[in-house]
């Protein structure tokens, strides 16, 4: 129920749809002759729009995010295993054309294949999916093999989690699949900006993880103003800070996680 809700509540108001809403909103009240109601959200959309698209807005609510983790100063000699969440492949299109077609978190699965060559004797596991709501697609622990194959790693190497649908079931999921056992070395490959909301659900899951956080969106020194960057990738990172930033509230909320915004490093009780 969590995940239907959350995925229809993101179609509401995530950015473009918002405004798309706000301006039919507009039209509206203006058929109705509701003057100041249709002015009103007229305007709002406008805002929205022009704070998403033209602004630094989305690379300043990104900021705190990818910086929050970063990899080890110096990477661990030994690994006993690698797990990257799946969000990096398309999956509509490789349920109908069979590829591993990759999208803006298609670093994930490429660092994966790096991390496997770099500690062979390392499991690899991919936790992912099909989290999709409104359109089918292929779950990215199915299409992984097809990929990482390709890029080198031998498939009796890759280990698939295939259930889950959200962040929270990554966690719960792979720490059944795994079944961690005290002192290993687990890596943890996810998107920078996702890594606070999955270090703390895999906290709370009791599954101790290294962050290693790769597909940055920011060059991390945008300041407040005009976006420099285009239309569109503006709009895009709006609309990946502000699912993140309610992804972490709303697990925070229900008790998913016991903390908003994790600390880098657990502090003892």
Do not use: C
Not at 138 to 153: H, I, K, M, S
Not at 158 to 169: A, G, V
Not at 207 to 234: C, H, I, M, Q
């Amino acid at each position: 129920m969590f995940h239907l809700t959350s995925a229809v509540f993101w179609a509401l108001v995530q950015p473009v749809n918002l405004v798309g809403l706000l301006l039919a909103a507009s039209l509206a009240a203006s058929l109705l002759h509701w003057r100041r109601v249709s002015l009103a959200a007229g305007f709002l959309g406008l805002l929205v729009l022009g704070l998403a698209g033209w602004t630094t807005l989305g690379a300043m609510l990104l900021h705190p995010l990818e910086e929050r983790f970063h990899r080890p100063a110096q990477a661990p000699a030994d690994v006993d295993g690698i797990l990257v969440l799946g969000g990096g492949f398309e999956g509509a299109i490789n349920l109908e054309r069979g590829g591993y077609e990759l999208n803006a978190s298609g670093d994930r699965l490429i660092e994966a294949a790096i991390l496997a060559r770099r500690y062979p004797e390392a499991r690899l596991v991919v936790s992912g999916g099909s989290g999709s709501v409104f359109l089918e697609g292929e779950g990215d622990a199915d299409t992984a093999p097809r990929l990482l194959t390709a890029l080198g790693v031998a498939r009796e190497r890759i280990e698939l989690e295939n259930q889950s649908r959200d962040t929270y079931e990554n966690a719960a999921f792979s720490r059944k699949h795994i079944a961690p056992q005290p002192g290993e070395t687990w890596l943890l490959v996810t998107s920078a900006y996702h890594m606070p909301r999955s270090v703390a659900v895999f906290r709370n899951a009791g599954f101790p993880v290294v962050p290693w956080p790769v597909d940055y969106k920011t060059a991390g020194d945008e300041r407040v103003g005009l976006a420099a960057d285009n239309v569109l990738d503006s709009l895009r990172n709006t609309t990946v800070a502000l699912r993140e930033w309610l992804g972490l509230f709303a697990y925070w909320l229900v008790g998913r996680t016991d903390t908003l915004l994790p600390a880098p490093a657990q502090r003892p009780a």
